[in-house]
């Protein structure tokens, strides 16, 4: 009886030694998590060009937090609010075969079960649509297998049915985007001009100055 006490109790020390060794591993990734994370902020805002710019990257405990300014020129955040699906689906692309260093962080953050939340928020309007990813989701990305060069298509493909949400928008005064399409190896912008403000045959004439405004 003695015995089998002593077994019970070597086995609940290992159970416990485990437990603890798991729970430490957890807090050592974790404090990792926070220190990188907080590296990251502190370099906020990091300009995205004419899109905005991301004013703020927390860890709440729980998940990722970037928060995004966003040009509301450029990007309709009721759009993005209206269409979850396939603003989670475009940014779960754009993390497939991402770069060494955006791995790393995901690999970490899988490991700290973190998911990962992206506010993005007009910048005059403040008006903010939300994509949320779960620490499932952010795992199953990282364990996809995508081959980069059809990765890369994806991506664009991904890229390019976010941005038709947008249109038609309205590039200049003559000047209306109705559409981007992917033709052979190329990106297509449809555009509509407005021929009593421009007519095409100015456009066809001054192709070299249109060229490189472009």
Known sequence: MAGNLLKKSSGLMLLCSVSLLMIVMTG???????????IANK???LDMGEVGNITSIIYDGDNVVYTLNMNEEITN?????DNPESMKSSIKMMFQNPAADV????????????GLHMIFVGNKSGEQAVCELTAEELKEVINTNADP??????????????ANLQFPMQASEEVVVEKIEIIGESVV???????????ISQIEENAAEVKEGI
């Open 189 to 199: 912008y449809i555009c509509s001009v407005d021929e009593e403000l421009c007519p």
């Open 43 to 45: 370099q906020c805002p």
């Open 77 to 81: 955040i009721k759009i993005l609010k």
């Open 103 to 114: 791995k790393e962080m995901l690999k970490l953050m899988a490991k700290c079960n973190s």
């Open 149 to 162: 060069a059809q990765s890369g298509q994806t991506k664009l493909e991904a890229q390019l049915k976010m």
């Open 28 to 38: 050592c990734q974790e404090a990792k998590l926070k220190t990188v994370i907080g």
